[in-house]
């Protein structure tokens, strides 16, 4: 080899491992332009690189592999296309039967996709060892990578076979290096090394990009994999799926006279969207497309997702029912009626239904219409300003005082890390803690004064490992307009309603507010839709705050019956909302 | 999905190893080559129906590989000094060789057997760089030799693997 070649090589492998400074890597299109030889052996090189990259994950054959693949690649050629007709090991005549064993290994994978990297090797030594009546290379079905907190594990052995888990998380590994991270309870029908379906349970799929193609299937849609790290879910007639990176192409399932097939019906899901799909009523497609879901999605974005399964199947979660709180305040409305079929368009491109809230132009709007419609017009009063914190009979409810709350802690023994949740009515906070890390502040708002009342709920979680739970801290807190000074309180003549515009508020209910009341020993809330359908919430305290949102209930006139259980009186309050805007009138 | 869009599906996910490695070679081995090959699968199946089916699929889908690779460089601020230029990747483009049309994975064949044949010290090294994604600074410290020869010695054992491949497709044409 001369002197410019191993320059050469040396510049070639300087860039592979990545070392590579600028000035070398200048040396090397210098040495490369206008020289189609040196080109291809740095293309031999790359190739050789991306093949052996492609491989990760899996492992290399031993010997006998080895022997079972040279023995196929050999039959392959006496058996291939252009080998005419061949006697095979048994005797027989057929023309390209191998061929014909790796088409319908390719059928049976639901694409050609396993024939990339080992699995696909694997799968057609192991066909063609059937074939010749010898023992297959020992690649399993599904093996198991890791496991935690696992009880009732069943691994297929075959395929087809059913992969069960009663509870606990499992990480088992396809013949193609799909890798499945299955949480309990679940059970997974693995089809092939390129198709599972979902009986139940919960999956989070890391597919490597030589596996694309990859196909989950439920009850209720497909989902086809384009090289990427997602979640699925079912639970009974609900079909969840998440992308947390790539991108995936689901399909509707569709049954017509007793025959299966898949539709296109939804399009492409990207990072940060997902379908949720009932039995009976079109999938929606949703999307962490604001801030708040958007910083919610970043806690599990890309492929830190594969590696707290559980941790980002509950991420999506609360990014699907944060965005159906948003967006479809209808399926509140019409609950019971299923969805027209027309709701989600049919595209081939990625599509979201768009989160744009309802304007408060128009929202202001309906609401004046609504004042009009319920009040004359002149007859309430300016507004006044009172100081309403009810923070001396709170006993078990912390209001929050200024914008930033210290919170902290002491480590149980065990534990190992730590994840704060904070739920409220219009955002999520989630974070991790390590041992050493006992104190938090916390920034529920920005500003001096917070824009609009919330309920918070906070939920300190310490784990032993990754998974077991070593404890739990739990507190609430109200963010109340009137801690914080003075709130503007829209005073009007009796029977006259107060209107809001605003999507959600913050109840407050105290026993001691009247003194036959004052003794109870539990709180009732019932809130009756005009449909006349109730829902009763009972508190153990006798003073707090309910966090009511208007999705929560959706559109109509309810009635609300606030009353202390094993007293006299009752405290109600009728409500009715449109998209608009929200009237209320409190006896 | 129809027939054409599973039958477009099935050729993509069969062209998914060319297409990295086409990806690889245009990008010098950046790690983004996956991201750009998620770009390609995306922009196939969005653009499916510009595809001829008469013709071979792979050098069409180089070809949409070859503009997502400009496009994400002229979207990304990358230092210019670290990329090949239009020319270059043109160039490379020409000259990276293709797998037939219709046995696009049959070089994964070939490297399981070529593997089969290393030493067990090639072995090793090749599995600890590539199958347990080990940096080449800590197989060095293991292995209690510099990062430098661990990494001449990961050149040679491509180069020999590359060899051996092109000896076993030379030795299967002359079979066939």
């Given amino acids: 080899m001369d002197g410019k070649l191993i320059v050469f090589d040396d510049l070639v492998r300087c860039v592979i491992d990545g070392d590579a400074t600028a000035e070398e890597f200048q040396d090397l299109v210098a040495m490369m332009r206008d020289a189609p030889g040196l080109q291809k052996r740095y293309c031999r090189q790359m190739q050789i690189h991306a093949l052996l990259t492609c491989h990760k994950g899996q492992e290399w054959p031993d010997e006998n592999d080895v022997r079972q693949s040279e023995a196929f690649r050999s039959f392959a050629r006496r058996t291939g296309p252009d080998a005419g007709q061949t006697p095979d090991a048994g005797g027989k005549e057929t023309r390209g039967v191998a061929w014909r064993w790796a088409a319908a290994a390719a059928i049976l994978l639901g694409g050609v996709a396993a024939w990339c990297c080992g699995g696909g090797a694997s799968l057609r030594a192991a066909i063609e060892a059937k074939r010749l009546g010898t023992s297959g290379p020992a690649v399993p079905v599904a093996r198991l990578m890791w496991q935690k907190n696992v009880k009732g594990l069943d691994l297929p052995g075959t395929l087809p076979g059913t992969l069960r888990l009663e509870s606990g998380v499992v990480g088992v590994r396809l013949q193609t290096g799909v890798e499945l991270s299955v949480i309990g309870p679940a059970e997974v029908e693995v089809q092939s090394g390129m198709r599972i379906h979902l009986e139940r349970g919960r999956l989070l799929a890391d597919v490597p990009h030589w596996a694309t193609g990859f196909t989950v299937r439920t009850k209720q849609f497909e989902v086809y994999d384009l090289g990427t790290v997602f979640g699925v879910s079912v639970e009974s007639t609900v079909s969840d799926v998440f992308v947390f990176k790539g991108s995936v192409q689901v399909n509707e399932r569709k049954c017509e006279w007793g025959k299966e097939s898949f539709e296109e019906g939804v399009g492409l899901c990207e990072a940060g969207e997902g379908v949720r799909a009932l039995t009976g009523e079109s999938p929606v497609k949703f999307a962490a497309d604001w801030p708040a879901a958007k910083e919610l999605f970043s806690t599990v974005s890309g492929p830190s997702a594969a590696r707290n399964p559980a941790f980002a199947m509950k991420i999506a979660t609360q990014i699907e029912t944060l965005w159906s709180d948003r967006n479809m305040p209808q399926r509140n409305c019409v609950a019971g009626e299923p969805r027209s079929a027309s709701a989600v368009p049919s595209r081939k491109a990625a599509w979201v239904r768009s989160a744009k809230a309802v304007s408060p132009r128009k929202r202001r709007g309906c609401s004046l219409m609504d004042v009009l419609s319920g009040a004359a017009p002149g007859t309430s009063s300016g507004p006044v300003q009172v100081d309403s914190s009810p923070c001396g009979d709170n006993r078990r409810w912390s209001t929050v005082f200024t914008n930033e709350v210290p919170l902290r802690w002491d480590w149980p023994l065990s534990a190992t890390t730590a994840e704060l949740e904070i739920v409220g009515m219009n955002s999520v906070l989630v974070t991790n803690f390590t041992p050493g890390t006992s104190f938090y502040l916390w920034r529920p708002f920005a500003g001096r004064v917070p824009s609009e009342e919330d309920i918070y709920t906070l939920c300190l979680t310490f784990y032993k490992g990754e998974m077991a739970v070593a404890g739990e801290l739990t507190s609430r807190l109200a963010v109340l307009t009137g801690a914080f000074g003075k709130t503007v309180v829209d005073l009007r003549p009796t029977g006259q309603p107060a209107v809001f515009t605003k999507r959600s508020m913050v109840i407050p209910y105290d026993a001691c507010w009247d003194a036959s009341t004052a003794n109870a020993s539990g709180c009732m809330l019932a809130v009756t839709t005009s449909r006349k359908s109730t829902q009763v919430n009972r508190f153990a305290e006798t003073s707090g705050y309910y966090g009511y949102r208007l999705n929560d209930f959706g559109c109509g006139t309810f009635e609300w019956g606030l009353t202390f259980p094993g007293t006299e009186g009752k405290w109600d309050a009728k409500m009715s909302w449109s998209l608009g805007g929200m009237i209320m009138s409190v006896r | ?176």
Avoid at chain 2, 16 to 42: H, K, P, S, W
Avoid at chain 2, 72 to 95: C, G, P, Q, R, T
């Fill in chain 2, 1 to 176: 999905m129809d027939k054409r869009t599973s039958d477009l599906s099935e050729r993509l996910a069969g062209a998914q190893f060319d297409l990295y490695a086409f990806i690889t070679v245009l990008m010098r081995g950046a790690c983004e080559a996956a991201d750009v090959l998620q770009e390609t699968n995306l922009a196939i199946l969005r653009h499916g129906t510009n595809y001829d089916t008469t013709r071979p699929f792979l050098p069409w889908a180089r070809g949409v590989a070859r503009k997502c690779v400009l496009k994400y460089y002229s979207a990304k601020s990358h230092d210019k000094w670290l990329v090949f230029d239009e020319a270059m990747i043109d160039s490379l483009a020409e000259n990276a060789p293709c797998a037939a049309d219709d046995r696009p994975a049959e070089d994964l064949a070939r490297l399981r057997v070529c593997m089969g044949r290393l030493i067990p010290k090639q072995r090793e090294i090749v599995t600890a760089r590539y199958m347990r994604g080990e940096a080449v600074k800590d197989i060095a410290v293991q292995a209690n030799c510099s990062e430098g020869a661990v990494s001449v010695l990961l050149h040679r054992v491509r180069q020999l693997l590359a060899d051996c491949m092109a000896k076993e497709r030379k030795q299967e044409v002359v079979r066939v």
